[in-house]
């Protein structure tokens, strides 16, 4: 009849084949008695586009499946992305605008508020890469084969100027990377924007990446990290950087990380 629908009436949810199983504002689920079937994170995806009737359980484990971020999002508990996890962003694009903003991130930085406790385990993943500017597009982007900048500057190939421009906050990160110049392919996209604010302990052992990807060259230029967190350990990597065999390369992006005990 058009109404909500709640996930709870189905006895399995079965998400495999790249298959996406959205979460609109009118949805109802609780992820903690919820069936889900999984294929892995590189087959499965949830997409949390309205997280108003989403009860999450005190403690989620990540794991099988993609989380797609599309939405800001606020949750109590302990979160843990498993080998099997990853926490990521859908990457659609803005094509009607020219100039400086033509190829721009469709979606808000990837935004999450978690009171409790976040933790990445090796192998896991949050990652925005490749979810900035297109390829040639944004405010650092460059003319002729050179890699896109944002917090650096873009690398070239033959050192005479004009170069592109730095930009974004070094406090308060919040841009994309932009694109490097690739003929008319979205084949050296920046990173994106991820925002997480974690009242516990942050314990990073694997990724948490907002780089330009592994494409081709020049590359763009990283995204933006903004962490927020009570305590941070971990052995793992943050990571906003350009992927480093593309040459030339795209400048680096910006990380800022708060710990506020």
């Not at 995806?45 to 005190?58: D, E, M, S």
């Not at 490749?130 to 050179?146: H, K, L, N």
Request: with cysteine; glycine share 20%.
């Amino acid at each position: 009849d058009g109404g909500p629908v709640n996930l709870g009436d189905f006895a399995d949810i079965i998400v495999t084949n790249n298959g996406v199983l959205g979460i609109n504002t009118d949805t109802i689920v609780n992820f903690g008695t919820a069936n889900l079937r999984l294929s892995g994170r590189d087959k499965s995806f949830i997409a949390l586009r309205g997280a108003g009737g989403v009860t999450f359980p005190p403690n989620w484990s990540i794991s099988g499946f993609t989380l797609l971020v599309d939405t800001n999002t606020m949750a109590t508990g302990s979160w843990t992305v498993t080998t099997n996890g990853r926490i990521s962003q859908s990457s659609s694009k803005h094509w009607s605008s020219a100039g400086t903003n033509f190829g721009y991130p469709y979606m808000a930085p990837l935004t999450l508020t978690l009171n409790g406790n976040l933790t990445v385990d090796p192998g896991g993943e949050i990652t925005v890469d490749g979810a900035g500017y297109v390829s040639q597009c944004g405010p650092g982007r460059q003319e002729g084969d050179r890699g896109g900048c944002h917090g650096g500057q873009g690398g070239d190939n033959d050192g005479t100027p004009p170069y592109g421009n730095t930009y974004g906050s070094i406090l308060r990160p919040t841009n994309a990377g932009s694109g490097g110049f690739w003929g008319n392919w979205n084949d050296a996209p920046g990173g994106g924007r991820m925002r997480l604010i974690v009242t516990g302990q942050t314990t990073v052992n694997g990724q948490m990446t907002a780089r330009a990807p592994i494409r081709s060259n020049p590359g763009g230029a990283g995204g933006s990290i903004w962490l927020t967190t009570a305590s941070l350990a971990g052995t793992g990597m943050i990571d906003a950087s350009c992927v480093k065999d593309t040459n030339p390369g795209g400048g680096g992006g910006r990380v800022a990380v708060y710990v506020t005990n």
